[in-house]
């Protein structure tokens, strides 16, 4: 009986243990399971960086399983476990989160998705990407629990937004951007490089960026430049392009090398301005700053730097610089006769035929009005500045052609001077010139001279000269002389021009020629020229008295007391005044002002002439004249000027001249003068051609009154070598 208790006490134990060991097994199993799949929750989160999660809704409760590398050496991972009460969720983002919980929670959206911000370990916000479902619902079908997973992707996100932020300012920028990849193809292009360049993204697209290409530059330029950007991942600069539409541009461009991660050039950006028009301006500026806009030629700044440069260069060289100095003669004249547009043509036209005349190599520059400069280079003898100066005038004896207006004949004055031989600066050389130009005017123009040191103390003498003139009336240093002038028809004594002198106490006797130019300069003409008129019209009226009834006495009279003096109110007053037949006087006019001036003289001449007073026009012959304006102007002799007389009878040409303005005179009723006959055959010839009177040595030397008023007294026409032709044939 006990034998059998024990045994069913240890059955029983024995039956405890089993149990007990196998319940041990079964736990021990299951256990080993759950450590298995705990390693492998670990693994699996560790690989894929996310994070479990398990939100208990009734609750409010999060819990939040993940992992970390326990040290970097032994790669242990260790789990994390943590309750979250208040699980923190970016105020900005949370209305969103709910609202996306809600839609899956009833069941709208399978899954439960969203992009927030939550706290992270260190307490900042990150982006989190979440992805749940729910896992647990009561009877009624409520949702419980929500569990998933979620990553941090707060660098993700600031990378595309970087991106983004890239692009939209590439996009919105003014300067036109573009990236091509390392075949120099394109990858794209923003907006500002569609307008820049009339092409879209889309017709650009991994084309060559050779498409721009503009024929201003050649292959190598654009070698040059792809192998800059190849070997240093930069280049900058301008570059003329094309459009699509062929019209070019000048684009200022920066062009950079990308580089990927492992530092290989991946592609390029370029950042390209349009600077065409600034461009434009700049040279414009350019142009101004260094241009005369009329003529277009250099002007004394840019000469200036020329200059500078030629004298570096042929000190380099030595060899010599001419510098000549042009001046267009009586150009003023033209211009206030013909008006200022007529008067800008012609400059054209003259710088036109100067830059003609004028090697390729020199500079020929507009100074100022009617000046030019030309600087000749490479001068090895000073006979090369007299050359050009040659050349220039010889090209100006044929017309200007000045649109829709008839050819205009102008003459140039030229003074040149050498460096070294007359200046090292350009100032000296400038200046020197001037006063060659200068001296080539007083020397009677359309000439050229060479300056010479002599010419300084020429000019101290002029203004010397100047200022003595103003005292010249008051010291009663002029006085007359007075030439006569035979009739080739009757043999007499017609009348007699009154010729200007000065003696000064000084200097001896001054001729007009020179002091006259001096004596208009400085307006001193105007007294001067009263007390001529006055001191001739008084010689005339005594030898009125001495019955020298009949003769005529010209008088002189200069442009400026023709424009500005009361000319016609003075010679009135003074016919009153003196009690002379109108038309016993004469007063002579140089071609070039009736011719020039002719708008503004006319009056004044209609008036002297309708008082009675005789018009002649001196020195004809020299100047450009017209014969429409002498028909039109009340004229009444016409003087042949010296000049065509001197080589006569040696010179056909001249006897041809002669002839034809004798015939032409004849035909308009002028009386016709030959002025500086010196020789018998002279005055034969003349009277052949049937001129009316004449002037010169041959008949007389202009004399002082007393000697002149003998000769009128004795004059006996029989005494004539040409007595014998002049008696009726
Ligand atoms: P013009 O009116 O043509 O005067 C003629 C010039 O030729 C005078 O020179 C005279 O002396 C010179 N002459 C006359 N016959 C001969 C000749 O056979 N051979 C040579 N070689 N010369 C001869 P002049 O007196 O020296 O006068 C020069 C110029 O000065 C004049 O040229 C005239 O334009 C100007 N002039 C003279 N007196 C006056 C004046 O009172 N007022 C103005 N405004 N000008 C004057
Ligand atoms: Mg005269
Ligand atoms: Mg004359």
């Not at 319940?23 to 670990?42: D, N, V, W």
């Not at 969203?114 to 979440?130: C, L």
């Not at 060659?436 to 000269?465: D, N, P, V, W």
Request: proline content about 3%; glycine content about 6%.
């Amino acid at each position: 009986m006990l034998a059998g208790y024990v045994l069913l006490v240890g059955m029983l134990v024995m039956t405890l243990v089993r149990g007990w060991e196998r319940r041990k097994r079964i736990r021990e199993g299951y256990f080993a399971q759950i450590r298995e799949r705990e390693e492998r929750l670990k693994v699996a989160l560790w690989a894929s960086e996310e994070i479990f999660w398990d939100y208990d809704l009734s609750a409010g409760v999060m819990h939040r399983m993940s992992v970390e590398e326990a040290s970097a050496s032994d790669h242990a991972i260790d789990l994390f476990s943590e309750v979250d009460s208040e699980h923190q969720i970016h105020p900005d983002d949370l209305l969103l989160v709910r609202e996306r919980m809600r839609a899956h929670r009833r069941g709208r959206v399978p899954f439960f998705l969203s992009e927030h911000r939550t706290r992270g370990p260190g307490d900042e916000w990150i982006w989190v990407r979440a992805r749940g479902r729910v896992v647990e619902r009561d009877d009624r079908g409520r949702a419980l629990r929500i569990a998933g997973t979620a990553r941090d992707i707060t660098a993700y996100r600031s990378d595309v937004r970087d991106r983004r932020i890239a692009s939209e300012v590439l996009r919105s920028m003014a300067e036109a951007v573009c990236v091509f990849d390392r075949e120099f193809n394109f990858l794209s292009i923003n907006t500002a490089f569609e307008t820049m360049s009339g092409y879209s993204d889309g017709e650009v697209h991994a084309k060559s960026i050779a498409l721009l290409d503009n024929p201003r530059h050649d292959a190598a330029f654009y070698r040059e430049m792809r192998h800059s950007l190849a070997a240093d991942g930069h280049w900058a600069g301008e570059i003329w392009q094309q459009r699509k539409d062929g019209s070019e541009f000048l684009s200022r461009m920066e062009c950079n090398a990308v580089s990927d991660a492992a530092g290989e050039d991946e592609h390029y950006v370029a950042v390209l301005s349009d600077v065409t028009d600034s461009k434009r301006a700049e040279q414009e500026l350019r142009f101004l700053a260094n241009y005369d806009t009329l003529t277009n030629l250099p002007n004394r700044t840019l000469l200036s730097e020329r200059l500078s440069q030629a004298i570096v260069n042929a000190r380099r060289e030595d060899t010599k610089v001419a510098v000549l100095f042009l001046d267009l003669d009586r150009f003023k004249d033209i211009n206030d006769s013909l008006g200022h547009a007529a008067g800008d043509r012609i400059l054209r036209a003259s710088a036109a035929r100067l830059r003609e005349v004028a090697p390729a190599t020199a500079t020929v520059a507009r100074l100022s009005g009617d000046e030019f400069t030309i600087v000749l280079e490479h001068v090895r003898s000073p006979d090369e500045g007299d050359t050009l100066a040659r050349d220039i005038i010889r090209a100006f004896d044929a017309p200007l052609t000045v649109e829709n207006r008839r050819d205009i004949l102008i003459s140039p004055t030229i003074g040149i001077s050498l460096y070294p031989d007359h200046g090292q600066v350009p100032t000296d050389l400038l200046k020197h010139a001037d006063t060659a130009m200068y001296q080539a005017k007083a020397a009677g123009r359309h000439t050229f001279l060479r300056y010479t040191e002599q010419m300084e103390s020429e000019i101290r003498q002029r203004a010397t000269l100047s200022g003595e003139l103003r005292k010249v009336l008051d010291n009663g240093e002029l006085r007359l002389v007075y030439q006569p002038r035979l009739s080739l028809t009757t043999g007499k004594i017609t009348g007699v021009e009154a010729l200007l002198r000065w003696e000064h106490p000084q200097f001896g006797e001054i001729t007009p020629e020179r002091f006259i130019p001096l004596a208009e300069e400085s307006g001193m003409i105007l007294p001067i020229g009263e007390w001529v008129l006055r001191e001739a019209c008084s010689t005339l009226k005594r030898w009125r008295q001495h019955g020298l009834q009949a003769l005529t006495m010209s008088v002189n009279v200069s442009a400026l007391q023709l424009l500005r003096g009361d000319l016609a109110g003075l010679v009135a007053r003074l016919l009153d005044e003196l009690k002379i037949p109108a038309g016993q006087l004469e007063l002579e006019l140089t071609e070039s002002v009736v011719m020039t001036k002719a708008e503004q003289t006319a009056g004044t001449l209609h008036t002297l002439r309708g008082l009675g007073v005789l018009l002649a026009v001196d020195d004809f012959g020299t100047g450009y004249s017209s014969l429409a304006y002498l028909k039109r102007l009340p004229i009444t002799t016409l003087k042949i000027d010296k000049a065509f007389i001197d080589d006569i009878p040696t010179s056909a040409d001249d006897q041809a001249i002669t002839s034809s303005i004798i015939a032409m005179a004849r035909s308009l009723g002028l009386t016709v003068v030959a002025e500086g006959v010196e020789q018998q055959a002279q005055a034969d010839f003349l009277r052949t051609q049937l001129c009316d009177e004449i002037q010169g040595y041959w008949l007389s030397q202009p004399l002082d009154p007393y000697r002149c008023l003998a000769f009128l007294r004795n004059w006996d026409a029989s005494r004539l070598p040409l007595q014998a032709s002049l008696s009726p044939a």
